[in-house]
C-alpha cells in the first residue's frame, strides 16, 4: 500500500468523520484528540490493526493500550465489570479516567499485551466521541506519539513525530486537560490501585469507592512482571533534565545560560532566554495544559540541561509531578 508522504490533517467536518470513521473499520490507524492528549486509534476488536500501532509507534509489544469507548454498552463487551466499576463510570465517564479489569475474549490478547486484563476508558472530547459513534467499536489508542517521547497535545505534534507512518490526523485544536488519564487497576474492587495519576485525583477516586486508592509498588504493578523499569523513563525530552524540589533564586542567578530552567508559575525576581514557566499565575490546570508543548519548545532549543521544579499540592500537581520525574528519568 502506497502512504502519502505526510498524514493528511482533516477537520472534523460530518463528511469526514464518516471518511474516517470507514478508515477505521477498513483496519487503517487514525490519530484524533481527546481531552487529555492526541491518541494514535485503531479498531480494538482487530488483532492486525492493533499490530500497526505498535509497529507505528516503536512500542514494545509489552505495553498495552488502553480502549476507547462510546458508551456503557462497549463496557460489558470488553471487561467483567463490578460495582466500583460502575461507580467510577457514573462519576466521572465520559473523562480522564481509565480502568483496568479483566479482559473478555473478544479482546485481542496484542491490545492488552498478553495480559488477563484491559484498560478502557470513555473519552469527553465531543468530535472523538462523534468519531467513535459512527465507527461503531471500541478503539484502541495509546497516545499518538513515538515510543518514549513526549505525548502529543496538538494535531501539529502528532504530525511532527508520527506525520510520515500514519495516513490521518483528526484535528480537534489543543486537548484542553494537557496530560493522560487517570488509571486505576480496579481488577480487586476492595484494593483498587492509582497506576497512574491523572486529572481524576485519588482524592476524587477515595470519595467515590469509599476505600483507600493505593499506589502500587513496583512488584505489585501489573506491568512489572512483563516489564521491569519500562515506564521508569517516558514522555522524555532528548536533553538530560533533572526535578528539583524548589529552585533558589541563587542557583538560578549563578547558573549558566545554556541550561534552561522550567518553573510552574512565573517566577520573580529572574529573567533571561533560559527561564520558562508553565502558568503566568501558577494555575495548575494551565500548567498542565501547556506542559509538554513547553517541554516540546525548550527541548528544541538545544539546551545542555533542564531543570524543572516541582509542582505543589495534589491533584494535578501529582499527575505533573509524575510526568516531571519520568522526563527526568526517576519516575
Ligand atoms: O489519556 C490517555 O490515557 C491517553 C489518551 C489517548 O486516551 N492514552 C494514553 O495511552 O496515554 P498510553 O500511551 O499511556 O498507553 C497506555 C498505558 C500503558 O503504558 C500502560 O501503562 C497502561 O496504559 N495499561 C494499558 N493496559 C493496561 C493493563 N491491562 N494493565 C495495566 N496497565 C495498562
Ligand atoms: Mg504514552
Known amino acids: 500500500m502506497t502512504r502519502p508522504a505526510t498524514a493528511r490533517l482533516y477537520r472534523g467536518t460530518p463528511r469526514n468523520l464518516a471518511r474516517l470513521a470507514r478508515m477505521l473499520r477498513d483496519g487503517e490507524l487514525v490519530a484524533v484528540p481527546t481531552e487529555t492528549v492526541y491518541g494514535l486509534a485503531a479498531n480494538a476488536l482487530d488483532a492486525r490493526a492493533c499490530r500497526k500501532i505498535f509497529r507505528a509507534k516503536g512500542r514494545p509489544a509489552n505495553d498495552p493500550l488502553i480502549v476507547h469507548i462510546h458508551d456503557r454498552a462497549q463496557l460489558d463487551l470488553l471487561a467483567e465489570t463490578n460495582s466500583a466499576a460502575e461507580r467510577l463510570a457514573r462519576a466521572f465517564w465520559p473523562g480522564p479516567l481509565t480502568m483496568v479489569l479483566p479482559r473478555r ?37 495509546p497516545s499518538a506519539n513515538p515510543f518514549g517521547y513526549i505525548s502529543p497535545t496538538s494535531a501539529a505534534h502528532v504530525r511532527a513525530g508520527l506525520g510520515r507512518r500514519i495516513p490521518a490526523i483528526l484535528d480537534g485544536g489543543e486537548c484542553p486537560i494537557g496530560v493522560e488519564s487517570t488509571i486505576v487497576d480496579l481488577r480487586d474492587p476492595r484494593h483498587p490501585q492509582l497506576l497512574r495519576p491523572g486529572a481524576v485525583s485519588r482524592r476524587e477516586l477515595e470519595s467515590v469507592l469509599g476505600v483507600r486508592v493505593r499506589m502500587p509498588t513496583r512488584r505489585t504493578a501489573p506491568h512489572a512482571p512483563i516489564s521491569p523499569g519500562l515506564l521508569s523513563r517516558h514522555y522524555s525530552p532528548r536533553t538530560p533534565s533533572q526535578l528539583h524540589e524548589r529552585f533558589s533564586a541563587r542557583e538560578v542567578g549563578d547558573s549558566r545560560v545554556d541550561e534552561a530552567w522550567i518553573f510552574v508559575a512565573r517566577p520573580a525576581g529572574v529573567s533571561g532566554e533560559n527561564i520558562f514557566w508553565l502558568s503566568e499565575r501558577g494555575s495548575l490546570r494551565e500548567a498542565a495544559r501547556r506542559l509538554f508543548h513547553t517541554l516540546r519548545l525548550v527541548d528544541a532549543q538545544r539546551f545542555k540541561r533542564l531543570h524543572f521544579e516541582r509542582a505543589r499540592g495534589g491533584g494535578l500537581a501529582d499527575a505533573i509531578n509524575d510526568r516531571l520525574a519520568r522526563a527526568a528519568g526517576r519516575g
Open 105 to 141: 475474549s473478544i479482546v485481542p490478547a496484542v491490545v492488552s499485551s498478553g495480559l488477563p486484563s484491559v484498560a478502557v476508558r470513555m473519552p469527553a472530547h465531543p468530535l472523538f466521541r462523534q468519531l467513535l459513534r459512527r465507527a461503531g467499536m471500541p478503539v484502541a489508542a
